[in-house]
């Protein structure tokens, strides 16, 4: 309020306020300018870099005009929030994004060209913003979009990565890990120097008495560390509304601390202090539904959520109302539990801070908080020990048993005989060392808790939470099914369809209700729109044959059915049954007369994704994928019959490429384990089939599709569980068909045997917990029906057309209306000039 330009003075403010290009002419001035002063160039030395500098600089300038109207009109209204806590946000770029939903792109590539340079060259300068693993931080980028664009006020918050995740080159056939070091040259990011917040490490807790004699709790003598605030302009599509993704980037405190030991001449170690400090940011954790209970991980979780909820507070707290209409003006979603501690931290505010009771305080926590589960893997479920969080958060550990108290007084209670229930929904397991359970924490300090598909939130009902929906009721637990947005995925990712979609349509309404892509349907049997469809999906593939090209050297013929399997590498995803199939086709095919191999349909195999760096048995399925391709792709008994290709670092912007260009598509994990899955959904969408097991929301696409379009293959869910306790007892037959597979492994037709042993063994002698061999002949029977209905053109088009018209169900935009109505109770608020 005190930095305000007073009345009288505004208008000589306004008269000359910012404003936005609106024409090609426009642009171009602005992207000179920007070039020559911002950048320092001139048309002496602008590179196709500088081009791009400047076009990004040229739009930011339009982003942050929206961003400042926005931010204004929506503190104005001062109506509920929505905030988003996620450690990851997996954006890819920016720019294509931006031009497209500020709708200027034509102007953008008229405006370039008259200035020597192609659009296409421009955008492909952008580095990937890749904070973020896999599908968890690419659903938090696409709910980004889909709130701005649907108007809610929202933000999103995280942290700034100095590294994103790694870039991953491939030495040899093995994965080698390079930094992303990405923050050079960005300039979709602004820095709050002002807004920085000062978070607590380590020290003790002291216990009091105030005046009226109740013991208080303050908490002493820690480590500072500071957060500084950098703000990412998030514009909704075809709206004005231009919503902040706030990252927070650690810095040491610069106290009066720091200038004691310079002045004492301690300069190495006031040094060494601020590169501790900065370590807190420095790096995104680059494991994929793992979690491995490191030290350093949980202080960025701490900082990151005590910066937050520091934030948030400090923003309800000038609207000047009381505490208990906090959740009628906040909801905030917890992206996993990585963001759990925020419940403690709220409660620490409300209670050391504020002064509140407990029970009031406890009541605007629980009312305020969402938690969405993302897995059922229970190497992913996160627990820290209780050492760990006394020394590092010794107040919230404190707070945290007081929770669990309360909570184990209720359920005890209820459940007063059932001593064994108490001890399974503890938030303290009782192990050596004792462990904080913080799904269980979530759970307790949420008023709702979701799964990601259908089939995953029956799961949690029904296995991992079963006791909670006794103790809490079925209504806490919900199904929000994943979505994506089509904007990128449709939209960016693919101008062509996009294109011949809203030619049709009369209009590119479809892209903010995807349900419009129903009328589609109407044109399935129309010659010359099927013509179109089939030409499409050729340019796609001629453009990732392309790509694949200038990255592997290797040609690939677009007549060949492309099938694609992209994604992080795990072993629960199966892309080892993947490679296998691929051995068995190799080792089928090496058998076939001339005559028979007339009948073949071409293949190209195509594969993309990284392994956690740690995980041993993923970057041995990398290096077998690797050493396949060697061998098949060189064998001139086959020729284009198959080819196999790995491509190298798969990250958002070639998922752009890869995604429209598939002919199949593999979503194949063992049934009950993907979460989800997001990337069946936008290889569908593009006009792509799939193979997929009965897992996540491969079910709803069936469903929605219809089963005549999906190639579904393998066990149930349902049948898992006894075929895993069947292997453990030694009721295990490997496959024949893969053993001859293992065998021409073993043969060391693919390199040293040795190398893939820990593999084989896997399988063979371990128990086989994937169900590899168990869904294996049942997987390549259905690729052999696939390569039927190859054959058969007219009926492939069919199928991929029904498909996308069927897909509106999948779009983002869907999915954040039913967490705003059905979780967060939040209006939109359209932002007007
Ligand atoms: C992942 C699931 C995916 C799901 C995404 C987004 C984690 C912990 N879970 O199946 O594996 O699509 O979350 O919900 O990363």
């Known amino acids: 309020v005190e930095a305000s330009i007073p009345e009288p003075l505004r208008e000589a403010w306004r008269k000359y306020s910012a404003s936005e290009f609106t024409n090609k ?153 390079v930094p992303d070091y990405w923050l050079d040259n960005n300039p979709w990011e602004f820095p709050r120097h002002e807004i920085t917040v000062d978070i607590q490490f380590y020290g003790r807790v002291k216990n009091h008495q105030n005046e009226n004699g109740k013991v208080v709790h303050t908490w002493e003598d820690g480590e500072i560390v500071q957060a500084v605030a950098y703000d990412v302009p998030i514009p909704g599509y075809g709206t004005k509304t231009t919503n902040n993704l706030r990252l927070w980037s650690s810095k040491a405190s610069s106290g009066e601390f720091d200038f004691q030991k310079f002045n004492a001449g301690d300069y190495e170690s006031a040094v060494a202090d601020q590169q501790n400090a900065e370590t807190i940011s420095a790096v995104l954790y680059p494991n994929d539904n793992l979690e491995r209970g490191k030290e350093l991980r949980l202080k960025q979780q701490y900082f990151w959520c005590a910066a937050s909820l520091f934030d948030i507070v400090r923003r309800f707290k000038k609207t000047r109302r009381a505490w208990n209409e906090f959740p009628d003006q906040v909801a905030i979603q917890l992206n996993d539990t990585h963001p759990t501690l925020a419940i403690v931290e709220l409660q620490r505010i409300l209670i050391d801070e504020e002064g509140l009771e407990w029970d009031e305080a406890w009541n605007i926590v629980t009312k305020t908080f969402g938690y969405t589960n993302h897995t059922v893997l229970p190497e992913a479920l996160e627990k820290w020990s209780v050492p760990l969080m006394q020394n590092l958060l010794p107040r919230h550990l404190q707070l945290i048993y007081d929770i669990n108290l309360f909570f184990l007084q209720t359920v005890e209670k209820r459940f007063p005989k059932d001593r064994e229930m108490l001890s399974r929904v503890s938030i303290i397991e009782e192990s050596h060392p004792k462990m904080v359970r913080m799904a269980y924490l979530a759970i307790i300090g949420s008023h709702k808790v979701n799964g990601v598909a259908e089939l995953h939130s029956d799961l949690l009902k029904t296995t991992l939470f079963k006791d909670f929906v006794e103790i809490y009721g079925p209504d806490r637990f919900t199904n929000v099914t994943n979505g994506v947005t089509p904007r990128r995925w449709l939209h960016q990712a693919n101008p062509l369809l996009s294109a011949l979609i809203a030619e049709k349509l009369g ?178 969408m593009n006009g792509g089939l799939i193979i997929g097991t009965c897992d996540g929301a491969n079910i709803e696409i069936t469903r ?24 453990f007892y030694g009721d295990f037959q490997l496959d024949p068909q893969l053993a001859k597979v293992f065998a021409a492994i073993k043969s060391n037709m693919f390199g040293d045997a040795a190398d893939f042993s820990a593999l084989t063994a896997s399988i063979e002698e371990h128990g086989d917990y994937y169900l590899v061999s168990d869904d294996f002949n049942s997987y390549i029977t259905t690729h052999g029906m696939v390569d039927e209905a190859f054959k058969n053109k007219e009926e492939w088009l069919a199928k991929s057309i029904t498909s996308v018209a069927r897909m509106g169900f999948f779009s983002t935009d869907r999915v954040i209306n039913e967490y705003a109505d059905s979780i967060w109770n939040v209006e939109p608020l359209e932002i007007k000039d």
């Open 25 to 177: 002419e426009e642009f171009e001035k602005e992207l000179v300018r920007h070039i020559e002063t911002t950048l320092a160039r001139s048309l002496y030395n602008c590179d196709e870099n500088a081009a791009y500098s400047g076009t990004a600089l040229a739009f930011r300038d339009r982003l942050i005009i929206e961003w400042n109207k926005t931010q204004q009109r929506q503190t104005f209204t001062d109506q509920k929030r929505v905030y988003y806590l996620s450690l990851e946000f997996l954006m890819g770029r920016a720019l294509d994004n931006a031009m497209l939903n500020v709708g200027m792109k034509d102007a953008a590539r008229d405006g370039l060209s008259d200035l020597g340079f192609r659009i296409e060259d421009v955008i492909a300068q952008e580095h990937d913003a890749a904070l973020g693993n896999g599908g968890l931080g690419r659903l938090a980028a696409c709910f980004l979009d889909s709130m701005a664009t649907l108007n809610y006020p929202a933000w999103g918050y995280g942290l700034r990565y100095r590294y994103g995740i790694f870039k991953q080159e491939i030495v040899n056939g093995y994965q080698m890990e």
């Open 507 to 684: 209009g590119h309404e479809f892209l903010t209700d995807l349900t419009l892509l129903d009328k589609l349907e109407a044109f399935v049997d129309d010659k010359d729109f099927r013509h179109e469809w089939a030409h499409i999906k050729t340019m796609n593939k001629l453009r990732l044959a392309k790509f694949i090209k200038s990255t592997t050297g290797h040609e690939v013929d677009p007549n060949s059915l492309f099938d694609i399997q992209v994604k992080r590498i795990h072993e629960y995803k199966r892309q080892q049954l993947n490679i296998f199939g691929v051995i068995h086709r190799y080792l089928t095919i090496k058998d076939m007369s001339a005559e028979e191999k007339k009948k073949v349909v071409p293949r190209v195999s195509i594969f993309g994704g990284k392994a956690a760096p740690g995980y041993w048995m993923a970057k041995t399925i990398i290096h077998l994928i690797n050493k396949v391709a060697d061998v098949v792709n060189k064998d001139a008994d086959i020729g284009n019959l198959l080819k196999v290709i790995f491509i190298e670092d798969y990250n958002v912007s070639k998922a752009e490429i890869i995604c429209p260009a598939s002919d199949l598509s593999e979503h194949i994990s063992t049934a009950g384990t993907e979460g989800s899955g997001t990337s069946n959904m936008k290889f569908v």
């Open 704 to 727: 929605e599709i219809g089963e005549n379009n999906i190639f579904l293959f393998g066990n149930l869910a349902e049948d898992v569980e006894e075929l895993r306790h069947r292997h």
